[in-house]
């Protein structure tokens, strides 16, 4: 079992920057990969980011690429995600997922997080 509890959301004008923070419980987090999904009102879910186990694999959706950064601390059990040039567009509710299988997709992901509210204003 891995719960997760997410971080760092908040108000932000158009350009600014937030960072996420998602800690997980257990002692085999390292074994996990950790993604960031977000969901905006009426809207699917949709893939940010996934980052492996290692650290060493990183994929980002292009709506957010060069403008995001997700890392990992495995002596923290913990997932970042530094989101910066913010736009209204960005406005969701992010979660953080766990899965033991590298993926973008969202079913392949046991454990999500809460969510926590990101809001840009324009």
Do not use: H
């Not at 600014?16 to 987090?29: E, K, M």
């Amino acid at each position: 079992q891995v719960q997760l509890v997410e971080s760092g959301g908040g108000l932000v004008q158009a350009g600014g920057s937030l960072r996420l923070s998602c800690a997980a419980s257990g002692r085999t987090f390292s074994t996990y990969a950790m993604a960031w999904f977000r969901q905006a009102p009426g809207m699917e879910r949709e893939f940010v980011a996934v980052i492996s186990g290692s650290g060493g694999l990183i994929t980002y959706a292009d709506s957010v690429k060069g403008r995001f950064s997700i890392s990992r601390d495995n002596a923290k059990n913990t997932v970042y995600l530094q989101m910066s040039f913010l736009k209204p567009e960005d406005t969701a509710e992010y979660y953080c997922a766990a899965s033991r299988i590298y993926s973008s997709e969202s079913r392949m992901y046991n454990y999500w997080g809460q969510g926590t509210q990101v809001t840009v204003s324009s």
